[in-house]
């Protein structure tokens, strides 16, 4: 078996002859990351671990007396790959951080490799049962998990038309699934929290057709609904004591002669009416249906989040998410949980107006903005759903997840899925 390559910390500089102000030096078969503490540490840490993960370095083991669980966590994150994972092996930390790092770690990871999957492997139904089995392995019968799979025309007959319709045109079968969470077994307790999850598996943008380039990434398409579950897994994990339902509205966008198709009118069962525009809109089309779905079960504060939009990649690239809600206070406690756990997430306007700009001459409203100039993508998408939130102004927010995937590598994260938001989701939750 192969020996670890060790790794330690030190705050003072490298030897010159490692270039000038080097992150990493080397001595046979250890590394020494030189933190410069005036600077974001984190950030180092992340980096030294990508260049080392570059060197095709099998296993590492973290020693010293500098390392904390901040750090570890910042190694992990950047001393992982699609293809190995990441083999790290904690320091002497007491056993309490252990456990939450390989907690944490296990649930993470959970996440970059569902999302790093091929959409020949994570089908809609795949994606759901792969969600229950994380629930119930973080769980570990100390709290017991209900859930439901609602199927292909089940879907239709049940109300739920906008996975329905968005997933009919392919062989795998749409798919939501609602899971409940709840520690007190009180099967009257309220809803604290309701999470919505985007799980569009693959999509190829319909008869809105993607080009090639744009339609390789697009199996990360089901992030959001990869990153609530992760969130749910690891506020359990943490000891969450509120009743909590995850919907999470799966499938495919494909082409075929059963595919849904530009200028189809949907009814959903809130009474709202949409004009598809866009098949390449779709996500929002699914999303309806679990908000609707979160209301009828009375959640006091609901949560979505979805890959939604090339716009909010456009604002903020694959560094941040973005947030956009109309309730300053959910959405300032939002941007303050991201803040204590080193995520980086950034607001974008959401008003009142903006409801205004996805009118329809065929239906009550479309599935993209009107047109004309000044469209805000992200926004217009977000005033979409707010139009299936009784009262958007209260306990309502989305995540429109531009930093979940990261489509080439650079000096902090690998190709692929990051993880990155849930733990600002996992702790909204257990605030």
Known sequence: MNQPFLVNLSDQKANPVWGENALLSFDQQQATIHLNYRDDVLSQVQSAARKLDNMSLPKMKLVGEQWNSDLCWAFCQGFYNAKTGADVEFPELDEEAIDSLKTKKLINEWVRETINLGPAVVTPEVLCEKACLLLEQVCADKVPLKYKLIFGEQLNVDGYVGIYEVG??????????????????????????????????????????KPSPSMAAMKSDMGGAATVTGALALAAANGLQKRVKLYLCCAENMISGKAFKLGDVIHYKNGVSVEVLNTDAEGRLVLADGLIAAQEDGAKQIIDAATLTGAAKAAVGRDYNCILSMDDEFTDSALEAAKEVNEKLWRLPLESFHLQQIGSAFADIANIHSGGESMAGASTAAAFLAKFVKTPEHNWIHFDLSGSYQLAANGKWAVGGKGHGIETISSLLLK
């Not at 899971?179 to 008869?207: C, H, M, Q, R, W």
């Open 168 to 209: 009919k045109g392919s062989v795998n079968m749409p798919c939501m699934l609602q899971l409940d969470y709840n520690p007190s077994g009180d099967e009257d307790a309220p809803v604290d929290f309701a999470l919505v999850g985007k799980g569009i598996t693959f999509d190829s943008g319909g008869y809105s057709l």
